[in-house]
């Protein structure tokens, strides 16, 4: 008897164990090199995950939308980073956060984010906190350290009565990483680009107290974080496919999983048909590009275990076709794997899993079950 | 002034006019045929959008979960086909929905998933109403129509007092299509085979009233219905660019798009970043494989024209990159395209899309902004 055979799938399923093991990880590792972690929350979004990542030392959180900002400020959390750059159509939430005494940091990476953040703050009276996001690998946002543009949204923000806070990176090109030294080069240059962005501000007369810099694989790979203030991580908590192709865990680590149950058979082809398709374990394929793409998810069974060659192969919005692709043509399928037994699937990216579900299934370590809320929207 | 200016970013837009056309167009096709259209309402989620397929004549509906079911039939829906093989495990809420006076109809392709509904149906005392998946293009579920377990499955059902209603089919490889050849080649075979499968029932002195078939290109692309009681589609309510690059709808027709905000640029690149990443848009990247690969979707201006070069050619969870791929380095992207200012992006796959929002924000008819909700989860 399986704790899990009584929960309606498809479900989000946690296990607590792995994922404080997780925590406890990230942790011990920043803390040992003395640079605070600010966990992204929008892996979980969840506040009873964030509470167990706040217990093992995580004050501060980093947050990918207001709605975040908001959910986690009501249930006491107040040290927040927004870290997408803002739009000036949202400047309302966050100086309404402010005003209620939310430690709000918001970012840009432009002039006319500036401009309109210090118009806002000074229609407003109130002076928002705001980083600068510096460009480290070319990935995606930021303005890039030596670009004079950066002294000038610096002057903008500074000057216009702003709370120059400092800068802040990402270095999303980590991800695209396959070798401890590619992650090591990449970790190494985001640290470095966000340091030299921050020396030139202070080189101009300007404040900038806070070097925030991460991603899951460069926190767990940089050489050191001199000059850093704090480092970001979100997925860690969970763990994933992408993460374990990329060596920043095993699959061992993952904590997130989706059950589903078995509902048909196409005997001549080996597959077996399950009820999760791309709406219980997200249209994710970020294993793809990876030396080894997973499909849709590694299949375990029903205790968590991976059932080796077995993958979601294929997925339809309610159905996912799992296939052995070592040996395709399995034997007695239907005895092996009966209409209405379980299976757990090991998912791609665990930040566009979870955010298929209202509700996490908590394996608990004491044994028991537990249902955690989580939200989703902006 | 634009409606939308003060629609908090990122939303689901959907335009009733050209919804009602495509409600329209698809049942005068069906109806022109002779033949019942039973829209699939996994696509919207939403009773304001099925009750206005309800109004244009379609009563019955399908749905993909049994969450469906019981939303649609508290909103007064009582004729649902749930077009997922059943679980043995979800019974109990099938039956619960018969019991309250629902005209539910579940399927199964199996002797094991058969003889459960027996058991279920039995020990409840109560027949269920059931249909045989047919799989009619090797591309997911069902039975082949040759098989002998067909029979079997239907003796099984028909001996252990359920209700025997016929045969269902959905050719899920009509997606891979993209001419008018091999759509009628792949529609008319998923007619003639589950008609087939029904002549193979009756024959074996087994009941078989229904034949239900279909998909949005299938219904749009057969040559006749002969022998079919009814059509399924769902995803026509909308469109999008997997439908058009299929071929049985243009841009034009798509009547749901994501509205984001410009949050940055990457001059040097010829970026635009704007606040619809993959959670706003989905992950789905269906696109991929036609002739045309749509990145993360087409980018129209905030009026709904599409823009022509743009799109979305990269997506983070919260970050969508648009870059013009005719002509990637656009001059003066700050001043045409600055930050605050809207853009609205047209879906590869609506009911993916659709799914990441709680609500729809609706341009009506009536040239007001209406919210329409939607629900998620199982």
Redesign the interface.
């Known amino acids: 008897m399986n704790l899990l055979d009584v929960v309606?799938?498809?479900a989000a399923v946690v296990d607590e164990a792995r994922m404080l093991r997780n925590i406890a990880r990230m942790q011990r590792h920043l803390d040992g090199h003395g640079v605070k972690l600010r966990p992204h929350v929008?892996t979980s979004k969840s506040v009873d995950v964030v509470r167990r990542q706040q217990a093992a030392g995580a004050e501060a959180i980093t947050v990918?939308?207001l709605k975040e900002a908001e959910q986690f400020f009501a249930a006491g959390f107040t040290d927040i980073l927004y870290a997408?750059?803002?739009?000036?159509?949202?400047l309302d939430r966050a100086l309404a956060l402010v005003e209620q005494g939310c430690r709000l940091q918001i970012i840009?990476?432009?002039l006319?984010?500036a401009q309109?953040i210090v118009a806002g703050s000074q229609a407003a009276r109130r002076p928002l906190t705001v980083l600068i996001?510096i460009?480290s690998d070319g990935d995606?946002?930021g303005i890039q350290p030596g670009d004079d543009l950066l002294l000038e949204v610096g002057r903008a923000l500074h000057g216009g009565g702003c709370s120059l806070h400092g800068v802040m990176t990402h270095a999303?090109s980590s991800y695209e990483c396959s070798t401890p030294a590619a992650l090591l080069r990449v970790a190494n240059q985001e640290r470095d680009q966000c340091v030299l962005a921050a020396q030139r501000l202070r080189d101009a007369g300007l404040p900038c107290p806070v070097v925030s810099i991460g991603s899951t694989p460069t926190a767990l790979s940089a050489s050191g974080f001199t000059g850093v203030s704090e480092v970001r991580a979100g997925v860690y908590v969970f763990f994933d496919l992408v993460m374990a192709g990329i060596g920043v865990c095993s699959t061992d680590d993952i904590a997130l999983s989706v059950l589903t149950?078995?509902?048909?058979?196409?005997r001549d082809k080996g597959w077996i048909?399950c009820?999760a398709g791309?709406?219980?374990l997200?249209?994710?394929?970020g294993t793809r590009s990876q030396a080894t793409d997973q499909g849709y998810g590694i299949v375990c069974d029903a205790s968590g275990s991976p059932m080796p060659g077995y993958v979601v192969s294929s997925a339809?919005?309610?159905?996912g076709?799992i296939l052995n692709r070592d040996t395709p043509l399995q034997q007695q399928l239907?005895q092996r794997f009966?209409?209405?037994s379980k299976l757990r699937v090991l998912p791609n990216?665990a930040?566009?899993t979870a955010?298929?579900?209202?509700e996490y299934c908590v394996l608990a370590r004491d044994g028991g079950l537990q249902t955690w809320p989580r939200f989703?929207?902006?």
Chains 1, 2 share one sequence.
């Open positions: 309606p799938t498809p929008k990918s939308t997408v750059c803002m739009a000036p159509g949202k840009t990476d432009s006319q984010g309109a996001e460009d995606r946002s999303g149950t078995v509902i048909g058979h196409q048909i009820d791309w709406m219980a997200s249209g994710d394929r339809n919005q309610e159905h076709i239907e009966p209409v209405g990216h930040c566009a955010a298929q579900y209202t989703s929207g902006w």
